[in-house]
């Protein structure tokens, strides 16, 4: 039973013969995100409510020109990159105030682990992302608290290895990346990720 | 030298060559695949006003509102999509492939043999459940064809890449194992002898299995087909394919596997579409469907479930006795909802699977002019496999499938939409020779991707190697029994054998069976 749909000229790029086709927009991220960009750990996709604009703005454009998520060891990021490989300014714009609306939840905590040596970890990350990991839009870093654990985990892996900080114009996530080198081992990021969450209890 | 082979490992090997009945009890000892029994019917009690909310309209959804409305239940069913049937999926003229990242609109023609299911495809003969909402719901069936010999097998390594009709390369296959069966047979010390009449019986069906000759030798075989001639002149017998060419392709096990099971005949399809079952379901529960209702948020209380969902840009409320959902357990992870700890953990443990379908328009039924009439032609590459249609006999054009990975299906959904048909056309002109020249319109649905589904099938188990493990088994009990008494997961995913349209349906009534007993056991 499919039902009559209008034309979206906007959406549709089939000009010809397109009347009555199913209509299409790009407000489809909260399938993979979650209701109301929450995260979901079920697909590795992180939570976006409450995510600053500028950086909303800043990782799509990213994705959508290849400058992150086209390593090809990177999983999670080659599920999120063709996401954002079609989309238009207007979309990104239209995007950003729609996730402006949403109700913002602090993730749920899945990982736990030393939070002494979590702390003297987190010491140098303080001067960009805020004692409390609140962000700081003049030096471009993001909020990491209430960000979903296992997601943090998985960036700063990557960050480590070379999947995500490497393109030439990823200025910011090549800053970020001199930062992880301080990290040893699965052990570290646990613990400063296991710190960052006892941020936003 | 040929190694000595006990009784008991020839007999295996006669089963693996040849024999079926292991891999269909197998389904049965399963709990799946009904070994004897009659169709899964339900007999519920009145509904007495009685309210049920649905999420999802898969095949599970729609089911359950048919068999709760036919009680006198109240039933609404939320569906995220703009159409019901999820993984019941036909494309045909003008159909929107939500696919996200690639959504495309169906060109073929509009006529009604020009489908492609990319979605379910097979009905087994044994599915009685589902076979049954068939007849019920009136949706025509029609013979599938699996198996067809006629049909190609190419492989790269063997002879050069030239394609061999499957009945040639089996029948070689059959021929040397039955040579090889058949020598062993007298080289060997039995662990148990066989008497001398069990033993002649024994290599008489050997012989009947390879066509061999009197000496036990296989010589080639009529049965691959001739060259030329046989209907006015004799027949020139095709020619021998060597047994090391022929063990140059890994083929030898799939090909001898590929039509047992439950991919064994006899298999059906509805005749149109495998959408046609959503549709007679529809025509029954159409009115209780709600659209473009995506969930957002599951609460399950003592008394009922209230559940949240959006639709034209506004969250609405629903609040009802009780909830069955076929959401993807993967989705329902990123729902708000206050499920219990150890349901979470086994959403969790759940893990999607990958499928990737692909289908052309072809101009003209070339396959037709090779004798070829439904079937599968098997790839070494890959695109693995193409499919030619029952539907259409001799009409001008149709629409074959052009690729198929069900177990890894990431290769070619991560291709963009232009590096996907060109690595179909690169793969099947191996086979078809001007291929690229007699297809166009392509399709490609990648199932990872698709809107509301992201994925193809539930995998439970971690490893094939080690099947079920009892940790598995745990969380699989834990999402089949109900949340508070109020919230069922259903669908194919909450069955030991995912995959299957016959389990979703199973499910389904396990979950409303489960529920009746409750309601006729609960005090007035
Ligand atoms: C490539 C492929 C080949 C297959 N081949 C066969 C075959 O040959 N034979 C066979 O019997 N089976 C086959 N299957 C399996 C069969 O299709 C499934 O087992 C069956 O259709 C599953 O039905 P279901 O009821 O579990 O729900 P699904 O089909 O999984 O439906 C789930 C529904 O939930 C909806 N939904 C998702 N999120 C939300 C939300 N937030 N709110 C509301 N609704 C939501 C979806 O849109 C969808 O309609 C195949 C499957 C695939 C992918």
């Not at chain 2, 190419?154 to 296959?173: C, F, S, W």
């Not at chain 2, 009529?222 to 002149?233: I, V, W």
């Not at chain 2, 006795?321 to 499920?339: E, R, S």
């Amino acid at each position: 039973m499919t039902r009559l749909a209008l034309i979206c000229l906007l959406c549709i790029p089939f000009l010809a013969s397109a009347a009555e086709r199913e209509p299409f927009d790009d407000r489809y991220c909260t399938t993979c995100h979650g209701t109301d960009g929450r995260g979901n750990e079920g697909v590795q996709a992180p939570r976006l409510a409450g995510m600053e604009p500028w950086y909303l703005k800043r990782q799509l454009e990213n994705y959508r020109d290849g400058v992150r998520g086209a390593h090809p060891d990177d999983i999670e990021g080659l599920a999120m990159q063709p996401m954002a490989a079609g989309l238009t300014d207007e979309s990104i714009q239209d995007i950003i105030e729609w996730a402006g609306g949403w109700n913002y939840v602090p993730a749920e905590h899945t990982i736990s682990g030393d939070l002494d040596a979590g702390r003297a970890l987190y010491q140098p990350c303080a001067t960009c992302h805020g004692a409390n990991a609140e962000g700081n839009e003049a030096l471009g870093a993001p909020a990491l608290a209430g960000q979903n654990d296992w997601y943090m985990v998985t960036q700063l892996r990557n960050f480590l290895a070379g999947y995500r900080g490497v393109h030439p114009r990823d200025v910011y996530g090549a800053q970020m990346r001199v930062m992880t080198t301080g990290l040893n081992g699965e052990n570290d990021i646990n613990n400063v990720v296991a710190y960052i969450n006892s941020l936003s209890d | 030298m040929v190694k000595p082979v006990s009784r008991r490992e020839f007999l295996n090997l006669l089963a693996a060559a040849g024999g079926a009945g292991a891999v269909v009890k197998a389904g049965a000892a399963l709990g799946i695949m009904p070994a004897d029994a009659a169709a899964s019917t339900l007999d519920l009690a009145a509904g007495n006003g009685r309210s049920a909310v649905i999420l999802g309209g898969g095949i599970s959804g729609l089911a359950t509102a048919y068999e709760l409305g036919k009680a006198g239940w109240d039933c609404t069913i939320l569906e995220a999509s703009h159409r019901c049937g999820g993984r019941i999926f036909t494309v045909r003229h003008g159909t929107l492939i939500d696919e996200l990242g690639n959504r495309q609109y169906c060109e073929f023609d509009d006529e009604p043999h020009m489908y492609f299911n990319a979605g379910a495809a097979r009905i087994p003969n044994t599915h009685r459940t589902l076979l049954g909402y068939c007849k019920k719901l009136g949706v025509e069936l029609e013979i599938f064809i699996n198996e067809n010999k006629t049909c190609w097998v190419q492989d790269d390594a063997m002879l050069g890449g030239k394609p061999v009709r499957n009945i040639e390369y089996t029948t070689h296959l059959r021929g040397f194992v039955a040579e090889m069966m058949a020598k062993a047979m007298h080289e060997t010390d039995m662990d148990e002898p066989f008497t001398e009449e069990e033993a002649g019986t024994l290599l008489g069906m050997i012989r009947s299995f390879g066509d061999l000759s009197e000496d036990n030798v296989y010589r080639g075989s009529s049965n691959a087909g001739y060259a030329s001639g046989g209907f006015l002149s004799p027949g020139v017998q095709n020619d021998i394919i060597a047994f090391r060419d022929l063990l140059k392709t890994p083929f030898a096990m799939r090909l001898l596997s590929t039509n047992e099971g439950e991919t064994g005949p006899i298999l059906l399809q509805p005749r149109g579409g495998m959408d046609q079952i959503t549709e007679g379901f529809l025509r029954q529960v159409g009115d209780r469907v709600s659209y473009r209702a995506t969930v957002a948020s599951i609460q399950v209380r003592d008394d009922g479930v209230e559940v949240a969902y959006d639709q034209d840009g506004a969250r609405r409320q629903i609040r009802a006795d009780y909830c069955f959902n076929c959401i993807p357990t993967h989705l329902v992870t990123g729902l708000d909802h206050n499920f219990p700890a150890d349901y979470v953990r086994a959403l969790k443990h759940v893990l999607r699977g990958e499928a990737y379908k692909a289908a052309f328009q072809a101009k003209e039924r070339f396959w037709e002019k090779q004798d070829i009439y439904g079937g599968i032609s098997w790839m070494n590459n890959r695109s693995q496999q193409i499919w030619y249609p029952v539907a259409g006999i001799h009409r001008q054009k149709g629409v074959i499938l052009a690729a198929y990975d069900y177990g890894g299906g990431m290769y070619h959904t991560r291709m963009t939409q232009q590096e996907r048909v060109e690595a179909h056309l690169a793969d099947g002109e191996k086979v078809h020779a001007d291929y690229r020249d007699l297809v166009e319109k392509p399709v490609t649905v990648g199932w990872h991707r698709m809107n509301h589904m992201l994925g193809c099938s539930a995998r439970w188990r971690r490893s094939f190697r080690e099947g079920w493990t009892g940790e598995t088994e745990q969380h699989y009990r834990t999402l089949q029994a109900p949340v508070n008494g109020r919230h069922y997961m259903i669908g194919d995913q909450i069955s030991m054998r995912s995959a299957w349209m016959e389990s979703a349906l199973l499910s389904a009534h396990w979950a409303m069976a489960d529920l009746d007993r409750r309601l006729r056991n609960a005090p007035a």
